[in-house]
């Protein structure tokens, strides 16, 4: 019988950060730090806009760039809040999620043996989603001396004459790493000197706690070269509600547009209409969830350094990256005693990349209490770790 499934399809590894929520889902008394998706309930404004939505019977396919209130009030936001001017008829989509628009910008942009530079530790879909679009994925491995940023000597080391996109994962998800205004800088004069194109996933955006973020599309000749990726699931809680957008050169969303017609048609309507709300109201929200973040982020940090974890402070998003590396184990086999020994469930590094080996992926999307008692875990387990090392030697 003719195997039904695709060649590229079969060469390409389930996301590694499910495996371990799967476990602990069936496990009594255990904790998760491992999904990243906020703790927090859609506010009531947002989810109150979507109820009423439906009592009005907004069912119907809206546009297939989506709402024209809802593309204007993105375009004001990005204008507010990080000095993007975009137009909202030619230049924006509104799209399933985040995870779309990566999708529909690779395969608008890539033909096959086109190169994708790829910063690692990062997000499991830019690789997977690249191969989908017939490309070669280049990983470049950041460093944690680096405070995992993505620097332009390494952008430079990786290039080809094959090369066409760069994708920015910053604020990083796992690692926490941001890009200041002057990496950036750095990073575009690169970028511009060998013609390339850059996806910038800013879903995290919102969630900086150094200064405030800065998107690599606002710098001189970048926003013709980027495409912006966002959407509501981290900065207002709504990740249920599957709604992101793309920004970009009208002659890149033209065709990504194509692509998401035929195979979305248009994102979910009343949770295009709960982000109009969102936008219009919910500034508040999320700054009230980044300050929760960002004690809970002070937490993590202290905590770390005071029981010996090596650790680097991570300014973005709401993980942290601990090394693990003094115990001579795999992230995998760090991760999977820990789940058996201490029922606390972690994402190991090589999730994210071969070169997140020896670190773990720890959400803080999580409550105050829920940390305490899993760092409280931790502590006894790296303790008894650190007892059998000193034995054995």
Known sequence: MRNPLSQVIETIQPSGIRKFFDIVSEMEDAISLGVGEPDFDTPWHIRDEGIYTLEKGRTFYTSNAGLKELRMEIANYLRRRFGLEYDYQSEMLITVGGSEGIDLAFRAMLDPGDEVLIPQPSYVSYLPCAVLAGAKPVVIELKEENQFRLTAEEL???????????????????????????????????????DLYVLSDEIYAELCYLDEHTSIASLPGMKERTILINGFSKSHAMTGWRLGYACGPKVILKQMLKIHQFAIMCAPTNSQYAAVEAMKNGDDDVCMMREEYNRRRRYLVHEFHRMGLQCFEPFGAFYIFPSIKEFGMTSDEFATRFLQEEKVAVVPGTAFGDCGEGFLRISYAYSLDNLKVALERLERFVNKLRAEKENKE
């Open 156 to 194: 430079e080391a990786a290039i080809t004459p094959k090369s066409k996109i760069v994708v920015l994962p910053f604020p990083n998800n796992p690692t926490g790493a941001v890009m200041e205004k002057k990496d950036l800088e750095a990073i575009a004069k690169v970028v511009i000197a060998h």
